[in-house]
């Protein structure tokens, strides 16, 4: 029988009562009243959700998406011929391409044939060639581009002489000759030419032959012997022979009439004299539209300058097709649309914000709504819908935007901001009183509220404007959590 020492006895005692005392800790968590249970199962009791108030710059806007792009497209086409157009000559063909870019006036857009396409500004269309004395409003403003280019011409709205001088300086400083007439008008010119002579060697001819014409010549002869008889009667004083006399030299006279105007060589004659008038009409009417002249194709009038070449199909070597491309401006816009609602709140000259999509910001300017803004091109239709208002945003400045071109931007058009920092609060913190007054809850303990009534401003960005018996910091009830 083996005999414990007290000490070790004692130890074992108190692990027992140990664990049988975190035994009975265990169990006892585990056990609940039917009361803790359901306690315990109940919702937590609701606390208020807040929201401070808060002191900042409000500003309302109106968004929309679009595009970045140059403003003003228009699609140019030639007139007609590029140099003299001749029957039977080979197809026109491109010889130097237009280039995608800046289109500077009076400078070649392209060649064709070796001939220069040039543009200047102006809104009445290239559609004729212009000659020396041709007039109208076109050659009104080609006058006028030749003055701005500082190659001088007159205002007449006439293509005269010195009008044609201009236009040699102006071909001649791009490094071109002026379009002269070509072998075919050349040759017609000295063909009028000989008509001329020809008829004046004919007329000549007939009068120098009704001259020399014997039946004038002795009835010319029979006249001045009546007219001598009637000198010698008259001298003698015999007043029969003079009556006699007289009478002779009346029907002699007549005689001589009737020979020049029904003979054969007298009819030629005026026949002659005709024919000479009309020859000297058409060489005067050919040679008044003879001389230096602007084929249609040669001249593009665009009706703002500087502007950009935005795309182009032509090739050197290929046939001039129809359409050259597409022009625009130089300025950069942005052009969308917004509905209806948001249409009445604005108005042009607004200030407006471009986004892009690298967060970078500039200021722009709203200069254009409704019939003003759409763009006249085959996708106009499909710029705004029936309950949209298309609007147009212009830059302040492209330089920075122009690597931007293409490029889907946000912009923001400012419609209302404070002048300064004022109290705010979200929207869903005011609320309309029975008797129509806005109030918020403010929270001044744990949970508990009381009701201020406030003035409301400006609404931006989920928040609102408030004034009255509330401070920055205070937290104004917004739901229940």
């Not at 056990?31 to 937590?44: F, K, T």
């Not at 590029?82 to 289109?103: K, M």
Request: proline residues 6%; charged residues 25%.
């Amino acid at each position: 029988m083996t005999v414990r020492s007290p000490r070790r006895l004692l130890a074992g005692i108190v692990g027992g009562v140990v664990l049988i005392a975190g035994a009975g800790w265990v169990v006892g968590g585990s056990l609940r009243s039917p009361a803790d249970q359901a306690a315990l199962r109940e919702p937590p009791r609701p606390s208020l959700v807040t929201a401070p108030v808060r002191k900042q710059k409000l500003t309302s806007a109106v968004a929309l998406n679009g595009t970045l792009e140059y403003g003003s497209p228009l699609t140019i086409t030639l007139a007609g011929a590029v140099g003299p157009a001749t029957e039977g000559a080979a197809p026109q063909r491109v010889t130097r391409a237009p280039r995608p870019g800046r289109i500077v006036a009076g400078r070649p857009l392209m060649e064709v044939n070796g001939r220069p396409v040039f543009a200047l500004a102006g809104k009445v269309p290239m559609h004729r060639t212009i000659a020396p004395g041709t007039q109208g409003a076109d050659v009104r403003q080609l006058q006028r581009a030749l003055r701005r280019l500082g190659f001088g011409a007159p205002a007449s709205g006439v293509f005269d002489a010195g009008t044609a001088a201009a236009v040699q300086r102006w071909y001649r400083a791009r490094g071109y000759r002026a379009q002269e007439p070509g072998l075919d008008a050349r040759q017609a010119l000295g063909e009028l030419r000989a008509a001329v002579q020809t008829a004046e060697e004919t007329l000549a001819a007939d009068r120098a032959a009704l001259r020399k014409a014997e039946d004038v010549g002795s009835l010319r002869k029979r006249l001045a012997n009546a007219r001598a008889d009637l000198r010698a009667a008259r001298k003698t004083g015999d007043g029969k022979a003079t009556r006699t006399a007289e009478e002779a030299v009346l029907a002699a006279e007549e005689a001589l009439r009737d020979a020049r105007r029904t003979g054969p060589l007298q009819l030629k004659i005026a026949n002659g004299r005709d024919e000479l008038a009309r020859a000297r009409a058409n060489l005067l009417e050919y040679q008044a539209a003879y001389g230096i002249s602007i084929p249609p194709g040669e001249i593009v009038f665009l009706p703002e300058l500087p502007a950009r070449l935005a795309k182009t199909a032509l090739r050197a070597g290929e046939p001039v097709a129809a359409t050259v491309g597409t022009v625009t401006g130089t300025a950069m816009v942005i052009n969308g649309s917004v509905d209806d609602q948001e249409a009445g709140l604005l108005r042009e000259g607004l200030p407006a914000v471009i986004e892009t999509g690298a967060g970078k910001t500039h200021p722009a300017r709203l200069t254009a709504m409704g019939a003003d803004a759409r763009v006249p091109t085959e996708k106009s239709d499909e710029q705004a819908g029936p309950d949209s208002v298309p609007v147009r945003i212009t830059p302040a400045g492209t330089a920075k935007l122009r690597e931007q071109a293409g490029a889907a931007v946000t912009v923001r058009i400012t419609v209302g901001e404070t002048e300064g920092e004022v109290l705010t609060v979200p929207v869903a913190a005011v609320i309309t009183a029975a008797d129509g007054r806005p109030r918020v809850q403010v929270e001044y303990a744990t949970d508990r509220t009381r009701a201020v009534e406030v003035r409301t401003g400006l609404t931006a960005d989920g928040r609102v404007q408030v004034s009255g018996a509330i401070k920055e910091g205070d937290r104004v009830v917004i739901g229940n959590g």
